[in-house]
């Protein structure tokens, strides 16, 4: 006879996960769709829109005041992860939102990045918490996003809808 047991840290471990990837599967899911950029507008943009030396918080900020956003002083939240060697539907929608700006992080698959969590405090018409996430590897700006916490919130790329 076995006998499982479990602590109640372990289940707290797993519930704080499950609860999280449901949060971002319905984001994904009920996230409107904008209309995609041309390419010769994404190349003509990230022409202009600095990627490398992105190695200080001051760094990421002017990265993201490139796109016109005013962000806390300190990233909310930094995380080390690695991107999967093998991309499920999540993450190639969360791809597709990259192509859409001119990134792509196909060619990161199965690298250590690190994620950067900044509040934005400038986004126009939304009362609710909006963060961006930036993407870095070896100091160079590879993926990110702008996102509301809001229970119907958003989701697209660097620049601002309609720009």
């Known amino acids: 006879m076995f006998v499982y047991t479990l602590r109640a840290n372990t289940l707290k471990f797993f519930s704080v996960i ?43 900020i002017a990265f993201l005041a490139q796109y016109g956003w005013e962000t806390s002083d300190t ?18 929608t969360y791809n597709e939102l990259q192509k859409q700006q001119g990134l792509d992080l196909t060619k990161y698959k199965g ?21 961006a996430n930036i993407v870095v590897y070896k100091n160079r700006v590879i993926g990110g996003d702008i996102c509301s916490t809001d229970v119907n919130g958003f989701i697209h790329g660097f620049a601002a809808p309609g720009k």
């Open 18 to 60: 499950g609860i999280a990837l449901i949060a971002l599967i319905t984001l994904i899911v009920f996230v409107p769709k904008y209309e995609t950029a041309t390419t010769s507008t994404i190349l003509a943009e990230k022409e202009k829109i600095n990627f490398d030396k992105v190695k200080s918080n001051e760094d990421r």
């Open 111 to 131: 690298k250590t990045v690190s994620r950067y969590t900044y509040e934005i405090t400038n986004y126009p018409g939304v009362s609710g918490k909006v963060l």
């Open 75 to 92: 990233p909310s939240e930094e995380v080390t992860l690695t991107i999967p060697t093998e991309f499920d539907k999540i993450m190639k």
